[in-house]
Antibody
Framework: DVQLVESGGGLVKPGESLRLSCAAS????????LNWVRQAPGKGLEWVSS????????YYADALEGRFTISRDNAKNSLYLQMNSLRAEDTALYYC??????????WGQGTLVIVSS | DIQMTQSPPYVSASVGDRVTITCRAS??????LAWYQQKPGKAPRLLIY???RLQSGVPSRFSGSGSGTDFTLTIGSLQPDDFASYYC?????????FGGGTKVDIK
């Protein structure tokens, strides 16, 4: 079975950094585009970033203003999101998702990031 | 950026009702649209992809239609398990964007 398990969330102060991880299993990790999607408390879904299977292409939401970096390690079946200069508005549940047929067909359960002083 | 406008934001309906949710893209996206269902405390679940293709395991009472800028998700006969929030998402171009969501509540 396809599984995506996020980790690395927590409570941080504004301006601090955090690195999220997503461990994948049950599929050929190196052949899929992967996405990070977030959801602020009580709000809708917001796409954050995408990375191609070979890491050659990376895309980011404009609102991130270059503070986040997506990466992957195909040897470890892992996806990452390095988040720097965190702001209160980055508080959200962060999901990793596998992209099949150009759409997110499997999602993890999310890891919660809270940015607060 | 492509804006996705979803309506209505709330639907109050009864078991057995037919429910229709619409999503409009600010520019043409061909068939590059998905619908997701999300229940409280759970991750989103892909229901429909490529505007009208039913994801494996999804009940046939869910259907999607449309192309270009106007899309529809229909629940043919609402079941108790269907009370949830629904989101559309375009995959035509980056940045990927979601609609604001529709919450389907019990009347």
């Amino acid at each position: 079975d396809v599984q995506l398990v996020e980790s690395g969330g927590g409570l941080v102060k504004p301006g601090e950094s955090l690195r999220l991880s997503c461990a994948a299993s049950g599929f050929t990790f190196s052949t899929y585009t992967l996405n990070w999607v977030r959801q602020a408390p009580g709000k809708g879904l917001e796409w954050v970033s995408s990375i191609s299977p070979n890491s050659n292409s990376k895309y980011y939401a404009d609102a991130l203003e270059g503070r986040f970096t997506i990466s992957r390690d195909n040897a470890k079946n892992s996806l990452y999101l390095q988040m720097n200069s965190l702001r209160a508005e980055d508080t959200a549940l962060y999901y990793c998702a596998r992209e099949g047929y150009n759409f997110n067909d499997y999602w993890g359960q999310g890891t919660l990031v809270i940015v607060s002083s | 950026d492509i804006q996705m406008t979803q309506s209505p934001p709330y639907v109050s309906a009864s078991v057995g009702d037919r429910v229709t949710i619409t999503c409009r893209a600010s520019q043409g996206i061909s068939h590059w649209l998905a619908w997701y269902q999300q229940k409280p405390g759970k991750a989103p679940r892909l229901l429909i992809y490529a505007a009208s293709r039913l994801q494996s395991g999804v009940p046939s009472r869910f259907s999607g239609s449309g192309s270009g800028t106007d899309f529809t998700l229909t629940i043919g006969s609402l079941q108790p398990d269907d009370f949830a929030s629904y989101y559309c998402q375009q995959a035509n171009s980056f940045p990927l964007t979601f609609g604001g969501g529709t919450k389907v509540d019990i009347k």
